[in-house]
């Protein structure tokens, strides 16, 4: 590769930048280096700034004059490339690389610079084999005062210079010695001097004047310029430079020449000034289809120009809004009558006048198109039956002043040229049409044009039956849509509901309902049991009457699963949305939840001891089916309006009796006698209860009531009964079976007055939560005490009789046992302690108090816990809002079995007055013992006491003895904070307090009640001191007791006298005139007891506080 540095002037136009850019110009972007072709390279001149060009130079017409700024490099690549541009000026470096295969570069223009004298040279490049071609006529300066100096290296490839066919200057150099370059042929043939020519304006209409500037080159050495009308010879007609002319009226042609100092002239360079005359620009159109037309006609316009130039512009106007493109041409099928079309021509010739020029208006008649038309109907529509007459009538569209009608049957021509055809003897799927011509003009379309179809329907024999599916139901769903797929040419739908598949009854109201034939025949079944299967059917009425057969039988029900052997279900297991059906013999021994159950006749299905059947609705045992629930186990209903049909047998198991014992119960089965329960108690032991009396119920013929407790006596011992029930020694535990539908739902039963005890007791069979039938049933709230009792067998005989009292106690504090039998007893003994739960056939004692009406049980109150139906009164439910509770359950017990138990909790609600809802009254149910504390002159077994806990309550206690000897006051359970709190229990008598958590309490004592000896507490002296200091620091005056020593201060005010006595209000201490903040009484003389310390101060003010001596 060589570099050529060169000062090249090509003689030529260069006036552009001589005097400053113009539209069209371009130079190269600042410090640039990129090729020719792109146009990131390059800025562009748009008449007012140099911006960022959309082209590269020479690439469309326009061009004008090209610069590469010093500094920048352009680069011609590898591909030929032509460009034609008004000058090219280099000021950088333009790289001509023609690549391994050569490369020629054209480069149209006559004015090419290499400048002279710039840091860096401004250079042409030549890169491989290159040619560079230049304009004919065109001359090349190499250097001044010289040749250029040869480069060295390598010359691989030749290099060439042309101007127009003739090669001026190449590459000879092949290797060392070094290249050179030979110009010599350039500067021979005489191309060093020229004068080039410039006309402003370059033509004229009419006539004008011009100015005509020469341009040697080299411009140096001229001594004279010479123009000329004649291309040789001839006498100079001005030597000026720029030259003006006469105004002239015709094109002429000028001639230039330039003489140098050393008496050299160029050749004439010939420069033409153009005069054109004046045109007058027209237009005129025409319509390819000429008068009137139909509607919807393409219409073809076509514009003739006159003196509109080589490239006419055309607008074409339709109602004056511009349409159509830039054509001759314009096209139109959807023209509207009276339609105006013109078209606006713009000439692009010179010299013209009145441009745009405006054509001739067409208005268009347009006629609208007349389309042929034809409809038919029948009258009657629809389905006839046979035999019925029909008429069919055409009405037309565009018919004309006289249409002609083809009427047609089947396909075949009928009837007459009428507009009505009649038939009496059409068949079910005939079909009618109609042809009519029309004779209507101008325009028409369509004739003859071809009616609809009328398909006859022809009602015969019987309808076909309509399709029913099955519709699942939502468990708890009472109104179910029924739908299905209607039947063509149906008059009416007949619809029946029934709990039978095979229809012998229907459900009230559903029977032959009458639904309309829409397209989507649809009846609404309101009052559904939810979790009952219904069966539904339905029948097609034609118009004609006939009825079609029954549909099939669809069933209305929840999902169903079913079983044969109560582990394996056919569609996946229970759940509460889904209905059981126990197709085989079954033992369940896990809990389940299921819709609905149904037990099909011949069935056997046992539920065993702990397990829960939970049911959101109805149960169905039918036929010869059995369901037994094993003791302990338990059927939970969720819906009050479930309706439950067929019998179960539902066991029960007492706890162990002794004999002339009684079993408190209530039925948790429909239709429950008391002599079917027990066959073999004695006639006259079966009882009920009224007004606080026992009322019998002999032979216990009498149905058990809902909700109504009863009791029983167990029979006798060693007799071997017709039913094989037989027992002997000390104990019995008697098994019995409630058989009938199982009670569900809402129940009311009526209650005593206020102050009478009501024997009430649980109708389900399952456990019922106490909280929730007495405190969280506001109506039972109002109505009963909140302490129920129940019966546990605990109390030994004595000349036949039972004391009738030994009872449990439960309230919403808790529950209180009465544990066991006297010592020796073999059994018959109920230690439980209830906490909530009323197990099923468990009755109870509740006093009313207040409060007119029933008491009422609902499924609300029904416990579904697994393992909480296991004994009478046992378990517990779960709160949904648990409250605060802190309890001590104390015992009092001689070594001979006697045993009462009580209760004291600090509990969220209670007070410590009297709170039916946590205070229970001892109903001194123990022949022997009664163990309680004491409230305003009453006796309690459960005593609630308030929130929040104090360290310094006391809590008197009381006892009732018919034994004489020792006894012991135990803890039997604690919870709550007091799980971590001392326990005392202060034994006024002998002057001890005792904590009961490191042992039990024993005592001596006569027979009698004793309501003022024990004092239940929670600190002993010496930690209540230290208690009631700190209570007391924020108090104007507080009591201290320490070594027997009492001291008094007073913070604000000086004390005047002071008093002290005990709790039964004697004088124990008097001082007056204390005159002192501080006083204190040595070695005090008092036993062991609460003191009351009055304290009078100067201001008058009196204080008063309990001490703990």
């Not at 003191?1091 to 009078?1096: A, E, H």
């Amino acid at each position: 590769m060589k570099t050529l540095l060169l000062s090249i002037f090509l003689c030529g136009f260069f006036t552009n930048t001589a005097f400053g850019s113009v539209l069209g110009d371009y130079q190269s972007n600042v410090n640039t280096t990129g090729n020719w072709t792109s146009i990131s390279s390059w800025l562009y001149y748009n008449g007012s700034a140099w911006v960022p060009a959309t082209n590269y130079p020479g690439q469309i017409v326009g061009t004008g004059a090209v610069l590469i700024q010093s500094g920048d490099t352009i680069t011609m690549g590898t591909a030929d490339l032509t460009t034609t541009m008004s000058s090219l000026t280099i000021s950088g470096t333009l790289v001509l690389d023609g690549g391994k295969d050569g490369g020629l570069f054209t480069i149209n223009t006559q004015s090419i610079i290499v400048t002279a004298g710039l840091t860096p040279y401004a250079n042409i490049d030549f890169h491989n084999k290159v040619t560079l071609a230049l304009p004919a006529n065109a001359t090349i300066q190499v250097g001044i005062g010289g040749l250029p100096t040869p480069g060295s290296g390598t010359c691989n490839n030749n290099i060439e210079i042309s101007i127009g066919g003739l090669a001026l200057a190449y590459c000879t150099g092949t290797g060392s010695p070094p290249a050179e370059y030979t110009f010599s042929d350039l500067i021979n043939n005489g191309g060093y001097y020229v004068v080039n020519a410039s006309i402003s304006p370059t033509a004229v209409c009419e006539s004008g004047s011009f100015v005509i500037t020469a341009t040697p080159l080299p411009s140096s050495g001229v001594t004279a310029i010479n123009w000329y009308t004649v291309p040789s010879g001839g006498s100079s007609i001005s030597s000026s430079n720029p030259y003006t002319t006469s105004v002239i009226s015709t094109t002429t042609t000028y001639y230039v020449e330039a003489t140098y100092s050393f008496g050299y002239t160029t050749p004439r360079k010939a420069i033409v000034a153009t005069v054109n005359p004046n045109l007058p620009a027209s237009v005129s159109i025409a319509a390819s289809s000429s008068g009137a037309i139909c509607s919807g006609t393409s219409v073809t316009f076509t514009a003739t120009p006159t003196n509109g130039g080589a490239t006419p512009a055309y607008q074409w106007k339709l109602n004056g809004g511009n349409v159509g493109t830039n054509s001759a041409t314009y096209t139109n099928s959807a023209l509207a009558n009276g339609a105006n079309v013109t078209c606006d021509m713009t000439s692009n010739a010179p010299c013209i006048t009145g441009n745009p020029a405006t054509s001739n208006v067409v208005i268009m008649a347009v006629n609208p198109s007349l389309a042929a038309s034809v409809s038919i109907d029948a009258s009657p529509s629809g389905a006839i039956c046979p035999g019925t007459s029909v008429i069919f009538t055409a009405t037309p569209s565009n018919g004309g002043t006289t249409p002609f009608y083809q009427w047609k049957l089947n396909g075949g021509s009928v009837g007459t040229d009428s507009a009505t055809y009649t038939n009496s003897a059409l068949a079910n799927g005939d079909y009618v049409t109609c042809v009519m011509t029309s004779n209507a003009t101008p325009c028409l379309t369509g004739s003859p044009a071809t009616a609809n179809v009328v398909t006859m329907i022809v009602e015969s024999g019987i309808p076909v039956a309509p399709v029913l599916t099955d519709i699942v139901l939502a468990c708890n769903q009472t109104v179910v849509t029924g739908t299905w797929a209607a039947v063509a040419n149906t008059a009416n739908y007949k619809f029946d509901v029934s709990l039978d598949p095979l229809f012998g009854t229907f459900i009230s109201g559903y029977q032959d309902i009458s639904v309309a034939p829409t397209p989507t025949p649809s009846v609404v079944v309101n009052g559904l049991t939810p979790g009952v299967t219904y069966y539904v059917r339905a029948r097609t009425v034609n118009g004609c009457g006939a009825v079609s057969a029954n549909s099939n039988v669809g069933t209305a029900s929840v999902t169903i699963t079913k079983t044969s052997d109560g582990s394996s279900w056919d569609n996946g297991m229970p759940d509460s949305s889904k209905k059981i059906i126990f197709t085989g013999n079954a033992t369940l021994s896990s809990s389940l939840n299921a819709c609905s159950c149904q037990i099909n006749s011949g069935i056997a299905v046992q539920v065993d001891s702990g397990t829960v059947m939970t049911l959101e609705n109805g149960l169905a045992v039918a036929g010869t089916g059995t369901l037994t629930f094993e003791n302990n186990a338990s059927l939970v209903q969720v819906n009050d309006a479930a309706v439950n049909t067929g019998t179960i047998i539902y066991k029960r198991n007492t706890t162990p009796m002794k004999n002339y014992d009684y079993t408190y119960w209530s039925s948790p089965v429909a239709g429950q006698t008391l002599q079917a329960l027990s066959p073999n108690t004695l006639r006259d032991k079966y009882f009920s209860y009224s007004l606080n009396n026992w009322v019998t119920q002999l032979d216990g013929l009498s149905t058990m009531i809902a909700g109504k407790g009863y009791i029983i006596r167990v029979p006798k011992p060693d007799i071997t009964y017709p039913n094989g029930e037989y027992w002997t020694g000390a104990t019995y535990i008697q098994s019995v079976q409630f058989v009938g539908v199982p009670n569900n739902g809402v129940y009311s039963l009526p209650i005593d007055p206020v102050g009478y005890n009501n024997l009430i007791g649980n109708p389900y069979p399952c456990a019922m939560s106490a909280d929730a039938f007495l405190l969280e049933n506001s109506i039972n709230n109002s109505r009963l005490g909140g302490t129920i009792y129940f019966w546990t067998h605990n109390t030994a005989i004595a000349n036949g009789r039972y004391s009738g009292t030994d009872f449990a106690s439960y309230n919403y504090l808790g529950g209180v046992g009465t544990f066991a039998a006297p010592s020796g007893s073999t059994g018959g003994a109920n230690n439980n302690i209830p906490s909530g739960n009323i197990a099923a056939g468990q009755s109870f004692f509740a006093e009313s108090t207040g409060g007119a009406g029933p008491v009422v049980f609902n499924n609300s109150m029904r416990v579904s816990l697994v393992n909480k139906n296991s004994q009478f009164f046992k378990g517990t439910q779960s709160k949904a809002v648990p409250i605060e509770k802190h309890r001590v359950w104390l015992n009092l017990t001689n070594t001979e079995g006697a045993f009462k138990q009580m209760l004291v909790g600090y509990v969220t609600g209670a007070t410590n007055g009297f709170d039916s809802a946590f205070d229970g009254v001892s109903l001194d149910s123990n022949k022997y013992i009664d163990f309680y504390s004491v409230n305003d002159k009453k006796n309690f077994v459960i005593q609630g006491r308030a929130l929040p806990f104090d360290k310094t309550d006391k809590v008197p206690l009381g006892y009732k003895t018919t034994i004489e000897g020792t006894f012991e006051i135990s803890i039997d359970q604690v919870d709550g904070i007091l799980a971590y709190e001392s326990v005392f229990v202060e034994d006024k008598v002998k002057g001890v307090v005792v904590d009961l958590k490191k042992g039990p309490y024993s005592f001596s004592t006569s027979i009698g009640t004793f309501n003022d000896r024990f004092v239940l507490r929670f600190t002993d002296n010496v930690i209540l001191a230290s208690v009631l200091n700190t209570a007391i620091l924020d108090r104007p005056v507080i009591v201290s007791v320490q070594n027997h020593q009492i001291k008094i201060n007073s913070f604000n005010e000086i004390m005047d006298k002071l008093m002290i006595y005990d709790l039964n209000g004697r004088l124990l201490y008097k001082k007056e005139n204390v005159n002192s903040n501080e006083f204190s009484i040595p070695d005090f003389n008092s036993s062991e007891q609460f003191l009351i310390v009055q304290t009078l101060l100067k201001n008058d003010e009196w204080f008063t506080i309990e001490i703990v001596f």
